[in-house]
């Protein structure tokens, strides 16, 4: 199985401040159709996980412009350009290149 | 306006079988391209893969549970079900079931693990 890291394990932000973390995956996650499979997705407290960005950097449907998503091959990044209450959570990132798909630990960003 | 929520029961004793269906509303399960799948997070723990089911009917199941998952659909009633057999305390946690897949508007298949609705999720603990 591909093993995906994230670092920080937890993050306290300041309302209004940029926020950034990483992963990294144990292999390269570049398919041969030229698509990267990497995803983010944010579990606010008490939710289900939901989608925030696709193939590295595309943005999900209505999710805000202050989340980018960059990286290639095994190194990859989630900023948050402004950090907002409603941003609390668990950020996880997650494989789709190999099956099984498969999750990094988690970064959990608190408000400071 | 796409839903999925999950049923079942919350208590199972150990060694028996744990059964939960995902009753899916505002899209068909046999439209789309669509992955109908199964993903469990331990208590404080993150999460893990358990597997998906095709609209054709076709399934994959995360190696480290194969033998004890089965994943099935119910066209009639618009569900899908996952059935986890032989369960020890360590299948004790929240099973979420999601949608993934499908194709963009450029008719681009989006990904597997495009992930794009979840259900609410159902706590099942394995306990006597």
């Known amino acids: 199985d591909i093993v995906m890291t994230q670092t920080p394990l937890s993050l306290s932000v300041t309302p209004g401040q940029p926020a950034s973390m990483s992963c990294k995956s144990s292999?390269?996650?570049?398919?041969?159709?030229?698509?990267?499979?990497l995803y983010w997705y944010l579990q606010k407290p008490g939710q289900s996980p939901q989608l925030l960005v696709y193939e590295v950097s595309s943005r999900f449907s209505g999710v805000p412009d202050r989340f980018s998503g960059s990286g290639s091959g095994t190194d990859f990044t989630l900023k948050i350009s402004r950090v907002e209450a409603e941003d609390v959570g668990v950020y996880y990132c997650m494989q789709g290149l190999q099956l099984p798909g498969t999750f990094g630990q988690g970064t959990k960003l608190e408000m400071k | 306006q796409v839903q999925l929520q999950e049923s079942g029961p919350g208590l199972v004793k150990p060694l028996e079988t744990l059964s939960l269906t995902c009753t899916v509303s505002g899209v068909s399960l046999t439209s789309g391209g669509f992955y109908w799948t199964w993903i469990r997070q331990h208590p404080g723990s993150g999460l893990e893969y358990i597997g998906s089911?095709?609209?054709?009917?076709?399934?994959y199941y995360n190696p480290s549970l194969k033998s004890l998952v089965d994943i099935s659909l119910d066209t009639s009633r618009n569900q899908f079900s996952l059935r986890l057999t032989s369960v020890t305390a360590a299948d004790t946690a929240v099973y979420y079931c999601?949608?993934?897949?499908?194709?963009?508007?450029?008719?681009?298949?989006?990904?597997?693990?495009?992930?794009?609705?979840w259900g609410q999720g159902t706590l099942v603990t394995v306990s006597s």
């Open positions: 089911i095709f609209d054709s009917g076709s399934t």
């Open positions: 999601a949608r993934g897949g499908g194709y963009d508007s450029a008719n681009i298949f989006r990904g597997r693990f495009f992930l794009d609705y």
């Open positions: 292999q390269s996650l570049r398919h041969r159709d030229g698509k990267t499979y």
